[in-house]
């Protein structure tokens, strides 16, 4: 059973530009949530996907966007990057099942820089 | 929505000494978690708990969910517990809403 990878590890991007981070869930996993972190805070909800539609979103605004696909693989897409967007983000992945809350399981993050 | 204290920020002990970390939250919910995440921002989920009691090793974790309050216990605690420990609530379709984390430093 494969765990929960995130890729690129490390991303440098200037102001204005557009970047995408993508996660694989952990097998039998159909959910995947999205979290950014800023230096010295606690993680930040973005949005969660389930079955490939959001199925719940923080206080994020839109360029904040997000894809989930047939395999439960999942893209983080931020458009007009701004500095303050520097952070590490975390997906995580958990099996929702009736509705119930499930143990997420977190990858290990992408850290953004944007300059 | 639901607010998340976690204390202390901070905590340096010596090996062997016993730990804990409090977490209290404000609004009633189904499900807390403890996590541990180490410098490099990995996160590893320790717990997750919706009454009573769970232990694993040497942490215990504790909720009592009519004082909406939970503790992480750390028996005999080492050098490689050194950690930022966090607590989250949640888990549904508005995600996790963490603490701001207690960063624990043991000594050898």
């Known amino acids: 059973e494969t765990g929960v990878t995130q890729s690129p590890t490390h991303l440098i991007k200037t102001r204005g530009q557009q970047v995408t981070l993508r996660c694989s869930s952990q097998s039998g996993h159909n959910t995947v949530s999205w979290y950014q972190q800023a230096l010295g805070q606690g993680p930040q909800f973005i949005f969660q996907y389930y079955r490939e539609e959001e199925n719940g979103r923080g206080n994020f605004p839109p360029r904040f966007s997000g894809l989930q696909f047939p395999n439960y693989s999942s893209e983080l897409n931020v458009n007009a990057l701004e500095l303050d967007d520097s952070a590490l983000y975390l997906c995580?992945?958990?099996?929702?099942?009736?509705?119930?809350?499930?143990?997420?399981?977190f990858g290990p993050g992408t850290r953004l820089t944007v300059l | 929505k639901n607010e998340v204290e976690q204390s202390p920020q901070n905590l340096t002990a010596q090996e062997g000494e016993f730990i804990t970390i409090n977490c209290s939250y404000s609004?009633?919910?189904?499900?807390l978690h403890w996590l541990q995440q180490h410098p490099g921002g990995g996160i590893v989920s320790l717990f997750m708990?919706?009454?009573g009691k769970k232990k694993h090793g040497r942490l215990i974790a504790t909720i009592n969910i009519q004082e909406k309050h939970s503790s992480l216990h750390i028996t005999a605690s080492h050098p490689r517990d050194s950690a930022v420990y966090i607590c989250?609530?949640?888990?549904?379709?508005?995600?996790?809403?963490f603490g701001k984390g207690t960063h624990l430093i043991i000594q050898p």
């Open positions: 989250a609530v949640g888990g549904g379709a508005d995600g996790l809403t």
């Open positions: 609004v009633g919910i189904s499900a």
């Open positions: 995580a992945s958990s099996h929702k099942f009736s509705g119930r809350n499930n143990e997420q399981f």
């Open positions: 708990l919706s009454s």
